[in-house]
């Protein structure tokens, strides 16, 4: 992926255009993410690297970098590197990326794990995926982490077509999709509060009953099947929807201030 990505930067470098090579640069970046070179949450190359694999000056770079973190596309954090925080083309029918909420408030991203399976599809679940109940179907089990402190958990469920290892998962779903060529074009959510059980209760580190966001999600493809059935319980204190208009909601992450 990586070399992939500046092979195609280094074309559109050698294309000579008018404007300074920093903005050539920062708007080549900007295209390889719209592109799907680069997805969400990936982290690019150190500035120093970077600047070696495009035979460019380091500073040429630098100033790329404090355009692109100007508008939000990337966050550099010391210690920690140049993380993609904004996908190119994004609309608000396609998944709002965890991860990148999180960045762009500050704070670092992670996964823990409990299941990554295949099982056969229960009946209910089959029903949602429009799949016959105890079709083997990947199962995707984990509690997202904002800085380090638990904020939801997700269980995804997925035709085995679309992902037949789910084993090997380790980064992002869709950016495993983007490189598979299988893309997203309509999510649907059902958003409703709900108490938290005291078993989640547990796994989330707040008191039984606290407030949950239950929000059940179905994501199909550009042939309109479904792909995806996702239930995401999301802590209440963490989590906020913004209404805009009917066609215009979103659910944003919310770092709690210390």
Not at 55 to 83: D, H, P
Not at 177 to 196: D, R
Not at 236 to 247: H, K
Request: glycine share 6%.
């Amino acid at each position: 992926m990586l070399n992939h990505f500046v092979d195609w930067v280094c074309k559109q470098l050698e294309k000579k255009g008018s404007s300074p090579r920093y903005i050539q640069l920062q708007k080549a970046i900007e295209m390889a993410i719209e592109k799907r070179l680069l997805h969400v949450g990936e982290f690019l190359p150190p500035e120093r690297r970077l600047a070696e694999l495009l035979n460019i000056s380091r500073v040429t770079v630098s100033k790329a970098m404090q355009l692109l973190e100007e508008k939000g596309v990337i966050i550099r954090q010391q210690g920690i590197g140049t993380q993609v925080v904004k996908p190119g083309g994004s609309s608000l029918n396609q998944a709002v990326g965890f991860t990148s909420q999180v960045i762009k408030d500050g704070g670092t991203a992670s996964n823990y794990w409990l299941s990554r399976n295949i099982i056969p599809a229960p009946a209910k679940i089959a029903k949602k995926l429009s799949v016959n109940t105890g079709e083997p179907i990947a199962e995707l089990r984990r509690i997202r982490l904002a800085n380090g402190m638990p904020v939801s958990l997700e269980n995804t469920y997925i035709p085995r077509p679309y992902l037949p290892h789910p084993e090997r998962l380790e980064g992002s779903l869709y950016g495993y999709w983007e490189e598979q060529n299988i893309h997203l074009t309509n999510v649907n959510h059902k958003i409703k509060a709900i108490a938290c059980p005291a078993d989640l209760a547990i796994l989330l580190n707040i008191a039984e009953s606290s407030p949950l966001l239950q929000i059940h999600q179905i994501s199909q493809n550009n042939q309109n099947e479904i792909i995806e059935f996702s239930e995401i319980l999301c802590r209440g204190d963490i989590y906020r929807l913004d209404f805009n208009s009917p066609q215009n909601i979103n659910i944003n992450y919310k770092l709690k201030n210390d």
